[in-house]
């Protein structure tokens, strides 16, 4: 068990709201920010932040609100963990940046140890450090490319990849992320994913993967695709877990064909699901995996780790970046590595969902809004319809959530149709905390179902 954020660093791990939400002082901020900040940066909850520890975040008005999002699966280890905030201050006082590419430094090669060490795998290994998830999952492509002398992208339907021309191309839904931004990227092709509360009954992962690998063979070729990128549980497009079978069966089938299997581990990552890598659990071993969001405790960090000689197939200085693999970003990784080993944070995952997800089952016996609930460890999920129907009703998913932080409670919504709604605590949340807050998640699914029940 993690030891408390409480007795750590003295913000009570409880909820609080001393006024409504947002109070005051946020309001004035969103006037302010109204001014000057670009209207295309959006915010889901209006509330700024003054401090944040563990799973909770107080805002400026002195509310304290429970964070289910970690800040989009970041902060798994904890808001400002204090092993982290300590390694970032030790590093920062020591030099900020220097460029690895100009004048190296022992932690970046210390994080490429720790990578290949352990992502899924004991092959040899290299990695390269970026910035975000985008620019990860840009160059896992970028290396496969130049590995393999092909230029095709495969990638699944509900994928989100990022906000890069070639990562929005590599991305399914318009809106958002991709309405009035192209032309985008060529080469890239989208085949459909395993989806199981939509595909059709009774449909084994390895169906799905044929599904999949049909359409790539025929529309594609497979001796002109480099890569098929995968996340091995969609994200942003609904927590959707694919039918066991379906990713063991795509990385067979590239490796049978020369083609690079790239997780983009970008949200499964570090712990988040149970495991240390959501490829892990069916033993799926990738030639490249994007990581970033958790693996630095909250700072900016992101890499592409895997196969030597895919790596290496990069002629020096193709690979690179001013800040990628900043020393300040991998001090705090190293911190935050140390804890998801020292304190078996994917052991905590695993707690969280015994924990949750009774809970949501029972929830969806209720409540006629809840397709589904689904997800592994730490990342779990129920999709929002309308009660009988498989119509995705985004209005009530967000009405929830709304409800929810009304409450002090941060509770995100993802999903193709926005009609999922995400748990991803950090993963030292308390079971005290984990109840209250599921307790305001039930309250506020209950009140939007007096049609909804099922008898
Ligand atoms: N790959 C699987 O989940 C980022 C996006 C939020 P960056 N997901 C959160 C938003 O609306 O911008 C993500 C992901 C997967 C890649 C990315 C991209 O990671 O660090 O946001 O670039």
Not at 387 to 409: H, I, M, S, Y
Request: charged share 20%; aromatic share 4%; glycine share 10%.
């Amino acid at each position: 068990m993690a030891p408390d954020p409480e007795v750590r660093t003295g913000l009570a791990q409880r909820r609080q709201l001393l006024t409504e939400i947002p109070g005051p002082r946020s309001r004035a901020l969103a006037e302010r920010r109204a001014r000057v900040v670009a209207a295309g940066v959006s915010s889901t909850f209006p509330v700024y932040v003054a401090r944040a520890s563990g799973a909770v975040l107080e805002d400026v008005d002195g509310n304290v609100l429970v964070d289910l999002g970690s800040g989009i699966a970041v902060t798994s280890v904890g808001a400002s963990a204090p092993e982290v905030v300590a390694a970032v201050a030790a590093q920062a006082a020591d030099f900020t940046h220097t460029c690895f590419m100009v004048s190296p430094y022992e932690s970046y090669v210390a994080v490429c140890e720790a990578l290949a060490r352990l992502t899924p795998g004991d092959h040899e290994k290299r990695s390269v450090l970026v910035n975000s998830g985008a620019e990860a999952v840009e160059n896992a492509v970028k290396i496969a490319r130049r590995a393999t002398g092909r230029d095709a992208v495969v990638v699944l339907d509900h994928a989100y990849h990022g906000r890069t021309n070639l990562t929005m191309a590599m991305t399914a839904k318009a809106m958002p992320y991709k309405i009035g931004f192209g032309p985008f990227a060529g080469e890239v092709y989208r085949v459909p994913a395993s989806y199981p509360l939509r595909d059709p009954v009774g449909m084994t992962g390895e169906e799905a993967a044929q599904r999949a690998i049909d359409l790539a063979q025929r529309q594609v070729g497979a001796d002109r695709i480099a890569a098929i990128v995968v996340e091995p549980i969609v994200g942003e497009g609904g927590f959707i877990v694919p039918a066991r079978g379906f990713l063991p069966a795509l990385a067979a089938w590239a490796r049978a064909h020369g083609i690079v299997f790239v997780a983009d581990e970008v949200q499964t990552g570090f712990a988040r699901t149970g495991d240390m890598f959501a490829c892990d659990d069916e033993g799926v071993v990738p030639d490249l995996v994007a990581v970033a969001k958790g693996i630095a405790g909250g700072m900016p960090l992101a890499g592409v780790t895997g196969r030597a000689e895919l790596l290496d197939a990069v002629h020096s200085g193709g690979l690179g970046g001013t800040f990628g693999g900043n020393p300040v970003a991998c001090a705090a990784a190293l911190a935050a590595i140390d804890l998801y080993e020292r304190d078996d944070l994917a052991g905590s995952a695993r707690r969280i969902e015994a924990r949750i997800l009774p809970r949501l089952r029972e929830l969806a016996r209720r409540v006629g809004s809840i397709a589904e609930v689904r997800g592994r460890g730490a990342m779990l999920a129920l999709e929002i319809v309308r009660p009988g129907t498989l119509e995705p009703d985004a209005a009530e998913a967000t009405r929830v959530a709304r409800a929810c932080a009304a409450q002090g409670v941060l509770v995100l919504t993802c999903g193709t149709w926005g009609n999922v709604l995400r748990l991803l605590p950090p993963l030292v949340i308390g079971d005290d905390l984990l109840d209250d807050a599921l307790g305001v998640l039930a309250g506020a699914l209950a009140a939007g179902s007096e049609f909804a029940a099922r008898p």
